[in-house]
């Protein structure tokens, strides 16, 4: 890579805001480079949406700042300009056709009268849309209205693309395109490399897309990095162990389980449980005592923690302290 | 950018053939009714269900009753007049009060064709009504009066010679002759129809109908209604356009637009100048089915029309995009629409002329834009009035558009910072 495209397009410093009486976005910071993906994760209420106003310039921090391109987004339209948007629903003209959603929000960013026909066509060439260019909107199928939300977010060449939620809702050949999509406009190949900023909840997609990753977590950005790195710290050689049983276990099949440090996902009625080995051979011995105890088991399977995992821990769906209990616990 | 706006709810109107029906159909069709329907509430055309029972039973009442039932517009149902008074009187309030009848008509006595009858005694002819139909009464009793002028004179020359006999004294025997020979003349004048209603019996009613000083054809209820729909379909259609700004805000179009250059004010102006134009094409068409169907000078008068639509239609459009800016749902859209249609319609006269409304009612309808686009299109058409006239209604609904649209922009950039 150049050295401009190692360029910082996204800069926010010690980014503080406040509802009344809640403090939601707290001394936060992140830097993106120029063409890469980022992947912002965190659960319902962390902030996500605040950043996002803010970073789009609809709200002035309190505190610290915000430059895209780095111009200052609550105050510069070329700023706003810079930034493409697409947001979780199908943001469109419904009884409008793909083009001319395209023409419309390409001026409505500011792009010049001349240019707009050619920047659709662009767009459509990027996301595939030309055979349904000139479809009405409300007549298409989820997949291809996502792909057109997308298209009407990147017509105008923003240098920063936010997606929120992408793919929600739609079927997996479409989700598995759009992700290519993502892949393609964030690396090699294009015209224009995009920085993007991927909000998802779908935590195998962003493990696939995603370069680094950051979570929201009571107002500040943690944990940032790229995925297999982060997975790697938090978590060393440790695998996690899943068993699904045939029913819900009684007291005394409970208590064998949680002597051999497994616990029950939560809202899964007790047929999930989860646990860590510091061996993955670790578990067929774990398992024969199961089959001792006559538990029935469904299935069960030894994995690399993936970033689900490290979000259990993070969040704090999985106390971290239970990985070191496991290892006493495997040690006796 | 705001044609961009414009363009864009252009095409989404355009494509939606339901709601370009509802848009541009609806509303000269639904004048067309209420010109029809209002527009004769004068009582011309009226049709009245009469209950009527003749007491006299003589010849002259036989034949006051025939001409009673030769009305136009008035449907006797006869009720048998063998019962007793009490009786006939109960039933004709009966048939009154369970609908039946809109009004009754009871000839109690014989109507008194020469000067001896008393002053003191029941009239003749009483006519009952309900007072949720005190119209119908005034109608009738009208009517009641218009014919004894015009057939039946002479009993209003009896009832006043009758009147200065009980006050001046009596008539000597050669006056009552001369009175008696004077009457049988008018009977015979009546019966041949040579009658010209000249003996007026004192003016006893005295009506004034005014001219359209615009030289029209018109009683004043067409050019009425059609600026009354025209701004009650304005606000209508306007607050509906409207509500789409919450569902672009719902949909995450506006999300999308506010993180753009233009920010809220593109989107908001974009809106209400479409809303404008919309409002503009929808006048045109009531008005032109106005002078198409009943004759209202609009080619004639195009240029101050135009003046009053283009105003009207912007009022009614940044009221509306008020309105949508201060809702936050589509649910609150709706109800504050429709109840603020309904009350700014009523008030300002788009429902009824407001003429017939307390005065403290028509005080408040000064507050709506229906009250001053009526008045300056009553101006325009019946009137005949000029921009010296008019100026006043134009300002108001310049300075409440105008008022609409900043407040709107400031809530809408408010609502883009929240």
Not at chain 1, 100 to 114: I, K, M, P, S, T
Not at chain 1, 186 to 206: A, C, F, P, R
Not at chain 2, 90 to 115: C, F, H, K, N
């Amino acid at each position: 890579m150049s050295e401009a495209q190692h360029s910082i397009i996204l800069s926010i410093e010690q980014l503080c805001f406040d509802y009344p009486g809640r403090p939601v976005l707290q001394e936060l910071d992140l830097a993106l480079q120029h063409g890469e993906l980022f992947a912002l994760l965190g659960p319902n209420g962390a902030g996500k949406s605040t950043l996002i106003r803010a970073l789009c310039g609809r709200l002035r921090p309190h505190k610290g700042s915000i430059q895209v391109s780095g111009l200052d987004p609550h105050r510069s339209a070329a700023a706003r300009k810079s930034i493409g948007l697409v947001p979780q629903q199908i943001a469109l003209y419904r009884h409008l056709t793909v083009f001319e959603n395209l023409e419309v929000f390409a001026r409505l960013a500011g792009v010049q009268r001349v240019r707009v026909s050619a920047l659709a066509q662009q767009a459509l060439d990027q996301c595939g849309l030309e055979s349904v260019a000139g479809q009405i909107v409300s007549e298409l199928s989820g997949g291809w209205q996502r792909r057109a939300n997308i298209a009407c977010g990147l017509v105008h060449e923003p240098a920063l693309l936010v997606l929120d939620e992408p793919t929600v809702g739609i079927d997996l050949p479409a989700r598995l395109a759009i992700e290519q999509l993502l892949t393609e406009l964030s690396g090699q190949g294009m015209t224009q490399q995009m920085t993007i900023l991927l909000i998802s909840h779908d935590l195998e997609q962003v493990e696939r897309l995603a370069d680094r990753v950051g979570f929201l977590i009571n107002g500040r950005m943690q944990h940032v990095g790229v995925p297999i790195e982060l997975l790697s710290q938090q978590f060393g050689q440790m695998h996690e162990w899943h068993v699904q049983l045939e029913q819900k276990p009684n007291a005394a099949d409970s208590e064998l389980l949680n002597r051999l440090e497994l616990q029950p996902e939560p809202a899964a009625g007790q047929l999930y449980w989860r646990g860590w080995l510091d061996e993955a051979q670790q578990a067929g011995a774990r398992m024969q005592r199961l089959e001792q105890a006559q538990i029935a088991v469904r299935e069960w399977r030894v994995r690399q923690p993936g970033l689900d995992s490290l979000w259990r821990t993070v969040y704090g769906m999985a106390q971290p302290e239970s990985i070191d209990q496991t290892n006493e616990a495997l040690a006796r | 950018m705001i044609l961009t706006v414009v363009r864009a709810m252009w095409l989404g109107l355009w494509r939606d053939r339901g709601a370009l029906v509802l848009a541009f159909l609806f509303p000269p069709l639904l004048f067309i009714v209420f010109a029809e329907v209002f527009s004769g509430s004068t009582g011309e055309g009226l049709e009245l269900n009469i209950a009527m029972a003749d007491s006299a039973n003589s010849s002259f009442s036989q034949q006051f009753v025939d001409s009673i039932s030769a009305i136009d517009g008035f449907v006797l149902s006869p009720l048998s007049a063998s019962d007793s008074d009490i009786d006939i009187e109960s039933g004709l309030s009966e048939a009154v009060r369970t609908g039946q009848a809109d009004a009754a008509i009871w000839i109690r006595t014989e109507p008194p064709r020469y000067p001896d009858s008393d002053l003191d005694g029941e009239a003749p002819v009483l006519v009952i009504g309900d007072s949720s139909k005190a119209l119908a009464v005034a109608v009738v009793h009208g009517r009641l009066q218009a014919l004894i002028q015009e057939q039946f004179p002479v009993l209003n020359v009896s009832r006043a010679v009758t009147l200065v006999d009980a006050l001046v004294g009596p008539y000597s025997d050669e006056q009552q002759q001369s009175l008696e020979e004077l009457i049988d003349e008018l009977e015979l004048e009546s019966a041949s129809g040579e009658s010209d209603g000249s003996i007026n019996a004192g003016s006893l009613i005295e009506q004034r109908m005014r001219q359209s000083e615009a030289g029209i054809d018109d009683d004043g209820g067409i050019s009425y209604y059609a600026g009354a729909v025209a701004i009650l379909f304005l606000l209508f259609s306007a607050m509906q356009g409207a509500i789409s700004l919450i569902d672009e805000r719902s949909s995450g179009i506006v999300d999308r637009l506010l993180a753009g250059p233009g920010g809220a004010r593109v989107v908001v102006i974009g809106k209400g100048v479409f809303l404008t134009l919309q409002g503009l094409v929808q006048v045109s068409i009531i008005f032109a089915v106005a002078w198409w169907l009943f004759g209202i000078d609009w080619i004639g008068k195009f240029g101050l029309w135009l003046i009053t639509a283009l105003l009207a239609a912007a009022s009614a459009a940044w009221l509306a995009m008020l309105m949508a800016s201060l809702c936050q749902t589509r649910q609150q859209a709706q109800t504050a629409s429709a109840f603020l249609v309904l009350i700014l319609s009523a008030v300002g006269g788009s429902m009824m002329p407001r003429f017939l409304m307390p005065g403290w009612l028509r005080d408040l309808g000064w507050l709506t834009p229906n009250a001053w686009a009526i008045e300056a299109w009553q101006g325009v058409f019946w009137r005949g009035q000029g921009a010296a006239e008019l100026w006043l209604a134009w300002l108001v609904l310049g300075a409440s558009a105008l008022i609409a649209m900043c407040i709107s922009i400031i809530l809408s950039t408010r609502m883009s910072r929240a």
